[in-house]
T-cell receptor
């Protein structure tokens, strides 16, 4: 079984809808991250969490919110989706040292 | 804005040739990491080099780091078609990673 899973894997939605992307991990890591990737570009950090009670904004948090429900679960919400949020979204985890990050398979989100 | 910038943005080589990708960054770092991404999939960690290291090897991968020039290179020797992917450098600072834009490598059989 994959160590970091994301649901859904693909989602098409309409402008103005609220969307939640979910991430679960079985690695036992404290740190979790949400990234966005636009076509042909690198990853940009949206939010990160170093433990269950810790939530921090990344580079591009506007229009997004997160919830860390448990050590193993970190969800990303788009409160009112807009077309320029169409992108590939990745969840990642790392241990307390924060060196190597382990990525989920990604969620492809299309906002029409 | 992205801390790391890869060069070239795209690289096409024949199987068996070596592939070299470069990464430049702007601020001081704790370590620099290289990741690989197959089309549309999650990133996979390849190798990490600490700021006090100058060179590191892992299998067919060789990474160098020049902190005075704020640059790193990734060399893949004896490339294979299966090495076709995008490669990203990521600089680590204050326990956070900042990714560059990536190099798209195509290895032709």
């Amino acid at each position: 079984d994959a160590d970091v899973t994301q649901t859904p894997r693909n989602r098409i939605t309409k402008t103005g809808k609220r969307i939640m992307l979910e991430c679960s991990q079985t690695k036992g890591h404290d740190r979790m991250y949400w990234y966005r990737q636009d076509p042909g570009l690198g990853l940009q950090l949206i939010y990160y969490s170093f433990d269950v009670k810790d939530i921090n904004k990344g580079e591009i948090s506007d229009g997004y919110s997160v919830s860390r429900q448990a050590q193993a679960k970190f969800s990303l919400s788009l409160e009112s989706a807009i077309p320029n949020q169409t992108a590939l979204y990745f969840c990642a985890t790392s241990d307390i040292q924060g060196y190597e990050q382990f990525f989920g398979p990604g969620t492809r989100l299309t906002v029409l | 804005s992205q801390q790391g910038e890869e060069d070239p943005q795209a690289l096409s080589i024949q199987e068996g040739e070596n592939a070299t990708m470069n990464c430049s960054y702007k601020t001081s770092i704790n370590n620099l990491q290289w990741y690989r991404q197959n089309s549309g999939r999650g990133l996979v960690h390849l190798i990490l080099i600490r700021s006090n290291e100058r060179e590191k090897h892992s299998g067919r991968l060789r990474v160098t780091l020049d902190t005075s020039k704020k640059s790193s290179s990734l060399l893949i020797t004896a490339s294979r078609a299966a090495d076709t992917a995008s490669y990203f450098c990521a600089t680590a600072r204050n326990n956070m990673l900042t990714f560059g834009g990536g190099t798209r490598l195509m290895v032709k059989p």
